[in-house]
């Protein structure tokens, strides 16, 4: 595809033309505007969704993020298994929006804005400028699919972004001479992979784009630029961790463990997830899914004449990403979004050249289809509490609760009060405004039958016995400890143990009843009953 703009070298439309408008141009004008419409309409949407409780995943960058902020090191002072730059650009978002369910959500609003801008800027290269704005108003409405958490601050939204920002330097720097664009494209691009390992898989999306662009400049020195600019970001994070001693600790959560985590998932598992996700995703915007499979068919009959190859290859790439680990969570299927939206709008315009009504006609039937989604779905995109669709993706999880309990044990605390969580929720940090004793916080990555896992058993129970937290708030339902037959329960065991006879139930919610219960209420509270969150205060 050319990287010169769609429009160079043609003749300026003469003043008749400017002066008298033809039906042509209302109509795309009026396309413009509703593309408009609805990116701030989805706008307002996720601002709506925003009052949902945090997931797990997400309450953990986040809390892992406000850590970053304040200057702890990654893998030595907390850990996960994903890259650095995660944890960095949650702590900038947090930082400027709040560690607070609406913040992270406000900055999960401002990532899809600039992902729809990107979108707009790419098209408008090589399709009409109102068919570039149906292409970013159509991931406006695909990102907020609820199965694929597009509610929530996700991670995917940080990857899509980045990706998008280093495609349009890409084209960018075929409008300009020297390696400036190329070198911030290739730091983009690593960024994106520094904060979610899968997206190294677009890689090929990069170079076939140079392939297909070497009639302008060459492939091989555009690869190489590139490369230089990858290898920018990458070797700073490795000095930072050479600095700062967390080398081996980086390695081991940033391959050892996703190895391991990877191959935990059976086959059978692995269908159970992909029939689950991949059925709710697109049932739940099915029109849209089929206007984008659609789209993908005009895209591979009109590959010889058109140079729009490397969306198709975007397409693909973006799907076998959702595969690593074979677990096909909803939030991986939000890199799917982006070349949906990027094909659909190249197909329109490739029925513009076959008959320019037929561009507008096939444009206003996606408008017509994105705002009956809006209109179908209601309850979801403008409901005040939890919609069904997010009750059914939360399932027996008990997030809600979990905010309130930690927002109350919040409330309780003194300045100098402790708080410890044992489960793997760390969002109630987030909600309690506190921070843990321990760097031990999401207990189902340690509950494994490995040397590595015992260790961080001993620690969690060393940081719990010796810190003493004023309150703890303990999770007695499996799902959220991660425990199957092969887990090691030493931790749940001891750490249940040691609660039970130094710390008095104060607050609790019972999954089996769905009721709160307080202590100041004159409620009695059963820590042998399962399937409770319990809020303990020492004795």
Partial sequence: MSGKPKNKGKSKPDQASVSSPTPQSSLQGLLSVLALAFIVI?????????GNPMSRDEGAYGYLGKLAAKGLTPYLDFYEMKPPMLYYLYGLGGSLFGFTDLGLRLFGLVLTLCSSLLIFLILSRYVSRHFALVGAA??????????????????????????????????????????????LAGAAFASAILTKQTAILFSPVFLLHFVLERRYKPWLMQCLRFAAGVLIPVTLVAILFVLNGALSEAM???????????????????KTYLR??????????????????????????????????????????????????????????????????????????????????????????????????????????FGKSMSAEVEKLYKNNPFGPIRKLSTYAGSLMKEDDTFMVFGSEPQAYLYADKIAPSKHVFMSMISKHDEKSKTFIS???????????????????MYSWGMTEKSNDKLYTASFSYVINHYTPVAAYNMNTKSFLYTQDGDQIDAS???????????
């Fill in 252 to 270: 081991y959560w940033l391959t050892t463990y996703p190895a391991k985590y990877a191959s935990s998932v059976t086959p059978e598992e692995g």
């Fill in 42 to 50: 989805t706008s307002v949407s996720r601002i709506i969704l925003a």
């Fill in 276 to 381: 689950y996700f991949s059925k709710n995703i697109s049932l739940f915007q099915l029109t849209l899914f089929i206007t984008a499979a659609l789209a993908l068919i005009t895209n591979l009959v009109w590959i010889k004449k058109k140079p729009f190859a490397w969306l198709i290859t975007y397409f693909i790439i973006a799907l076998l990403s959702v595969v690593p680990g074979f677990r096909f969570y909803g939030q991986y299927w939000m890199l799917i979004f982006a070349p949906m939206a990027l094909m659909t709008a190249a197909a329109l315009h490739q029925a513009e050249k076959l008959k320019p009504r037929l561009g507008i006609l096939a444009a206003g039937i996606v408008m017509v289809l994105m705002a009956g989604e809006l209109v179908i779905h209601r309850d979801y995109y």
């Fill in 529 to 539: 009953i399962a399937n409770q969150v319990i809020l303990f205060k020492q004795k």
């Fill in 459 to 477: 620690e969690a129970m060393t940081d719990l016995e010796q810190q003493q937290p004023t309150y703890v708030l303990y999770n007695f339902f």
């Fill in 138 to 183: 159509l991931f406006s409405i695909l990102s907020l699919n609820p199965f694929a958490f597009g509610f929530a601050m996700v991670a995917e939204h940080l990857v899509n972004t980045l990706v998008l920002v280093s495609l349009y330097l890409v084209h960018k720097s075929y409008d300009r001479k020297g390696v400036l664009y190329l070198l």
